[in-house]
């Protein structure tokens, strides 16, 4: 292990630890910023640092030593997309636009049925994780699931056979502090594969600067695509609000049942599952959560496609001229690193994957919402916040040139929304509207304004 400039040559504090120490992660000094990526729980050698039920960490100041890698691999105050770019791809770059540095594009499911009928989209992510436990080339994998005593928490688990894999299937819309998992790493031998989202990811890379020897168990990340997690009570305020107990349930779906899946509460009894509100999770209810339940820090994430990642997964929600989904139940897939091209041509060739080929087609290079949100309101908030003297983090990606007043004022809304989602009485309101029956005619005037849009589109064409 490295020596810290804070430590003495045995390893001992140089002054007592306090929680403005300026060698922790940022989550002591600036609870705002972090991003509850779990890397400091997961790197601190002494466990001084555990996880507490809000899934922000806790601090044992006693067993602190001031090593310092709590703070080297915390990816919140600080991403520096330039040191990274140079890092994974070898090439100082600080932007390549939303998909970020893409050697291929696929679009594609698992061969495994059960891996695809279980997956948020095409259960890609599952099938190339289980390629690399069956082919021996890591021995675990660094994943999610519910909770069994409490099904209403997500929680980061090792899977290390086909079930827990099937267990770990779908999304899970929630803070899961996945580099926790790191923790555990230290103690197993072998070596791991994660999939996890952008601000793990640049844990992740600063945790292979930081302590290379933890960092090598871990030779492949396939990372999700992100739009902003959303906070955990989220689960339990919609099982409140349709009446359900939590000790009546023994699973919280967050896409449960035919893609593109429903919120949904499995129960311990023989009951149907039932759904927690009308819409479906791309027709309207995940653009709701997000609008009230986004953490601080994700509201301030430049990085939806996992730009550091070996291979990034996403929805294919590409859609034809009439506006119907062109795939459903598949996945998109962008090789970026070396590792990624040999992963993806092993789990082809062993007929885990089928894909087709698209990089060459530019309906599949935009991912239009999330490069709005990423690519501008993210930054100009990043600005508005930084200029009104609250914390930020620090990035070298800057507010486009080309912003228009229109965006600046769509991103003043959009913080002021989930400011007042802050506020429990005004976001069980909105959302016992927005998920009750009286939302329906919201929901078919969605639908009905994009069938139109389309309509349109194709007219012109013709
Ligand atoms: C919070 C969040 C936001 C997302 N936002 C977008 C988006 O805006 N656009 C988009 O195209 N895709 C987004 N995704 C990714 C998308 O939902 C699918 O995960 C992705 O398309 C892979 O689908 P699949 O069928 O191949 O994965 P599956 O085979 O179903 O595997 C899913 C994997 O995701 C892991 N996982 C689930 N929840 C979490 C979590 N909270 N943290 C870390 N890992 C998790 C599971 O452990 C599992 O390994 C998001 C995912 C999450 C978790």
Same mark, same amino acid.
């Given at each position: 292990?490295?020596?810290?400039?804070?430590?003495?040559?045995?390893?001992?504090?140089?002054?007592?630890?306090?929680?403005?120490?300026?060698?922790?992660?940022?989550?002591?000094?600036?609870?705002?910023? +972090?991003?509850?990526? #779990?890397? %400091?729980?997961? *790197? !601190? =050698?002494? /466990?001084?640092?555990?996880? $507490?039920?809000?899934?922000?960490?806790?601090?044992?100041?006693?067993? +602190?030593?001031?090593? #310092?890698? %709590?703070?080297? *691999? !915390? =990816?919140? /105050?600080?991403?520096?997309? $330039?040191?990274?770019?140079?890092?994974?791809?070898?090439?100082?770059?600080?932007?390549?636009?939303?998909?970020?540095?893409?050697?291929?594009?696929?679009?594609?499911?698992?061969?495994?049925?059960?891996?695809?009928?279980?997956?948020?989209?095409?259960?890609?992510?599952?099938?190339?994780?289980?390629?690399?436990?069956?082919?021996?080339?890591?021995?675990?994998?660094?994943?999610?699931?519910?909770?069994?005593?409490?099904?209403?928490?997500?929680?980061?688990?090792?899977?290390?056979?086909?079930?827990?894999?099937?267990?770990?299937?779908?999304?899970?819309?929630?803070?899961?502090?996945?580099?926790?998992?790191?923790?555990?790493?230290?103690?197993?031998?072998?070596?791991?594969?994660?999939?996890?989202?952008?601000?793990?990811?640049?844990?992740?890379?600063?945790?292979?600067?930081?302590?290379?020897?933890?960092?090598?168990?871990?030779?492949?990340?396939?990372?999700?695509?992100?739009?902003?997690?959303?906070?955990?009570?989220?689960?339990?305020?919609?099982?409140?609000?349709?009446?359900?107990?939590?000790?009546?349930?023994?699973?919280?779906?967050?896409?449960?049942?035919?893609?593109?899946?429903?919120?949904?509460?499995?129960?311990?009894?023989?009951?149907?599952?039932?759904?927690?509100?009308?819409?479906?999770?791309?027709?309207?209810?995940?653009?709701?959560?997000?609008?009230?339940?986004?953490?601080?820090?994700?509201?301030?994430?430049?990085?939806?496609?996992?730009?550091?990642?070996?291979?990034?997964?996403?929805?294919?929600?590409?859609?034809?001229?009439?506006?119907?989904?062109?795939?459903?139940?598949?996945?998109?897939?962008?090789?970026?690193?070396?590792?990624?091209?040999?992963?993806?041509?092993?789990?082809?060739?062993?007929?885990?994957?089928?894909?087709?080929?698209?990089?060459?087609?530019?309906?599949?290079?935009?991912?239009?919402?999330?490069?709005?949100?990423?690519?501008?309101?993210?930054?100009?908030?990043?600005?508005?916040?930084?200029?009104?003297?609250?914390?930020?983090?620090?990035?070298?990606?800057?507010?486009?040139?080309?912003?228009?007043?229109?965006?600046?004022?769509?991103?003043?809304?959009?913080?002021?929304?989930?400011?007042?989602?802050?506020?429990?009485?005004?976001?069980?309101?909105?959302?016992?509207?927005?998920?009750?029956?009286?939302?329906?005619?919201?929901?078919?005037?969605?639908?009905?304004?994009?069938?139109?849009?389309?309509?349109?589109?194709?007219?012109?064409?013709?």
């Amino acid at each position: 292990m490295k020596n810290s400039p804070y430590q003495s040559a045995d390893g001992k504090p140089l002054q007592p630890v306090t929680l403005d120490s300026p060698f922790l992660s940022v989550a002591f000094g600036a609870k705002e910023l +972090c991003a509850r990526s #779990g890397c %400091c729980v997961g *790197v !601190c =050698p002494e /466990g001084a640092i555990t996880l $507490g039920d809000d899934k922000y960490p806790v601090l044992d100041l006693k067993k +602190c030593t001031a090593c #310092g890698l %709590c703070g080297e *691999v !915390c =990816p919140g /105050g600080e991403v520096k997309y $330039g040191e990274l770019a140079e890092q994974v791809f070898g090439e100082h770059f600080v932007d390549r636009g939303f998909d970020g540095q893409v050697e291929k594009t696929f679009v594609g499911y698992a061969t495994d049925e059960r891996f695809r009928k279980g997956g948020a989209g095409g259960g890609m992510v599952t099938a190339l994780l289980h390629h690399l436990l069956k082919t021996g080339q890591v021995d675990g994998c660094l994943v999610t699931r519910m909770n069994h005593e409490k099904p209403w928490r997500a929680e980061p688990f090792i899977a290390t056979s086909y079930e827990e894999l099937c267990e770990s299937q779908g999304s899970r819309y929630s803070i899961v502090p996945m580099n926790a998992l790191w923790a555990d790493l230290r103690k197993r031998e072998g070596k791991f594969a994660a999939a996890i989202l952008p601000c793990q990811t640049h844990g992740f890379r600063k945790l292979q600067k930081a302590d290379p020897e933890l960092a090598a168990k871990i030779p492949y990340v396939i990372g999700l695509f992100c739009g902003g997690s959303l906070e955990p009570n989220l689960t339990t305020e919609m099982l409140s609000m349709r009446g359900i107990k939590k000790d009546e349930i023994k699973d919280f779906q967050f896409r449960g049942g035919d893609w593109p899946g429903q919120m949904r509460a499995v129960f311990k009894d023989d009951r149907p599952p039932k759904p927690l509100h009308y819409s479906n999770y791309k027709d309207g209810a995940y653009n709701y959560f997000t609008s009230l339940y986004m953490p601080e820090r994700c509201q301030t994430c430049l990085d939806g496609s996992n730009e550091f990642s070996d291979v990034s997964v996403s929805d294919a929600w590409t859609r034809n001229e009439d506006g119907e989904y062109k795939f459903k139940e598949h996945s998109r897939l962008l090789i970026r690193t070396g590792a990624g091209q040999a992963l993806i041509k092993s789990a082809v060739e062993n007929g885990d994957l089928e894909l087709v080929d698209v990089t060459k087609d530019p309906s599949y290079s935009t991912h239009k919402m999330q490069t709005k949100r990423k690519g501008s309101l993210a930054p100009i908030r990043v600005e508005r916040w930084k200029n009104a003297g609250r914390p930020v983090p620090d990035y070298d990606r800057t507010v486009p040139a080309d912003v228009t007043r229109k965006e600046r004022v769509t991103e003043f809304l959009g913080s002021s929304m989930l400011r007042a989602g802050r506020c429990k009485p005004f976001r069980m309101a909105v959302m016992g509207f927005l998920t009750s029956k009286y939302a329906i005619p919201l929901i078919k005037f969605r639908l009905w304004r994009k069938k139109r849009k389309y309509a349109k589109r194709k007219a012109a064409k013709a």
